[in-house]
């Protein structure tokens, strides 16, 4: 019996050489399930789900937005109404 030299990617489903497969102890054929382009891309999505989700968590609620920040422009002049004093 001779030993596989190919590997199905339980990813992409395609059927690589085992040199496209990361080495994986845990595996008992000794390698990873996932070819190595798909693994690139399980880790790059993951990186930035995780640097997406840290950017939001940094955002404190307290922080003032731009609206507060930029004071609004005064619109046209407001005729105050004269104070009726009464003297009496
Ligand atoms: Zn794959």
Do not use: H
């Amino acid at each position: 019996m001779t030993e596989p030299t190919t590997k199905q990617c339980s990813i992409c489903g395609e059927t690589k050489s085992l040199d496209d497969f990361n080495r994986d102890a845990q595996k008992k054929d000794g390698r990873s399930s996932w070819c190595k382009p798909c693994t690139r891309d399980k880790e790059a999505a993951y990186k930035a789900a995780k640097a997406a989700l840290a950017q939001s968590s940094a955002v404190a609620p307290e922080t003032p937005t731009e609206a507060v920040l930029v004071p609004e422009k005064p619109k046209a002049k407001r005729t105050r109404k004269p104070r009726v004093r009464k003297t009496k």
